[in-house]
């Protein structure tokens, strides 16, 4: 059964890097076609999701947030990142990893498996 | 961008009623690429429905999905007390793969 776990600092300047890990066990990362997503979600509120990767390194971000992130994945580590730059207090939020469906040997987004996801504060 | 508008915001039940949750969306989402979620307090989401109404593992069978096009149904059949919680959909066809605001679920 595939676990993810996220880490990284619980709370980031205002105009600052917000930069967190999603670790990655009972699996490796690199086998397979899988979809790894980053989604967020700030307090009382919905989700939102940020952006995926998949094996190859080939990503697919939301536009709404296309100019400031960027993940990436490495399968020595059997983990992927998210980066993302110049956050506000807008940026505040539970910030989950996820890895999409597998059906029939095919991949889809959609998150079947999500870490327990780390709330991140942007504030001075 | 597809969006999706969940209604009712909030259903208030009892236990052992049934529960119809609506996902609507602004264009077509092709080939029923559309999921539900439920979300308890202080927890992560999970993936109950994929493909509008395949039950994902281990789901159990009062959860059922309907729909095609643009109008999607999540029904729960006959509530259980953990079954009370925050609900979304999903599509997962076209980029940004967008959800829906939710559906809460509350004791009557």
């Known amino acids: 059964q595939v676990q993810l776990q996220e880490s990284g600092p619980g709370l980031v300047k205002p105009s600052q890097t917000l930069s967190l890990t999603c670790t990655v066990s009972?699996?490796?990362?690199?086998?397979?076609?899988?979809?790894w997503s980053w989604i967020r979600q700030p307090a009382g509120k919905g989700l939102e999701w940020i952006g995926r990767i998949d094996t190859s390194g080939s990503t697919n971000y939301n536009p709404s947030l296309k100019s400031r992130v960027t993940i990436s994945v490495d399968t020595s580590k059997n983990q992927f990142s998210l980066k993302l730059s110049s956050v506000t207090a807008a940026d505040t939020a539970v910030y989950y990893c996820?890895?999409?469906?597998?059906?029939?040997?095919?991949?889809?987004?959609?998150?079947?498996?999500w870490g327990q996801g780390t709330l991140v504060t942007v504030s001075s | 961008e597809i969006v999706l508008t969940q209604s009712p915001g909030t259903l208030s039940l009892s236990p052992g009623e049934r529960a119809t949750l609506s996902c609507r969306a602004s264009q077509r989402v092709s080939s029923s690429y559309l999921a539900w979620y439920q979300q308890k307090p202080g927890q992560a989401p999970r993936l109950l429905i994929y493909g509008a109404s395949s039950r994902a593992t281990g789901i159990p069978d009062r959860f059922s999905g309907s729909g095609s096009g643009t109008d999607f149904t999540l029904t729960i059949s006959r509530l259980e007390p953990e079954d009370f919680a925050v609900y979304y959909c999903q599509q997962y066809r076209s980029s940004p793969f967008t959800f829906g605001g939710g559906t809460k679920v509350e004791i009557k």
């Open positions: 009972g699996g490796s990362i690199s086998i397979g076609s899988y979809y």
């Open positions: 996820a890895r999409g469906l597998y059906i029939n040997y095919v991949p889809y987004v959609a998150p079947a498996y």
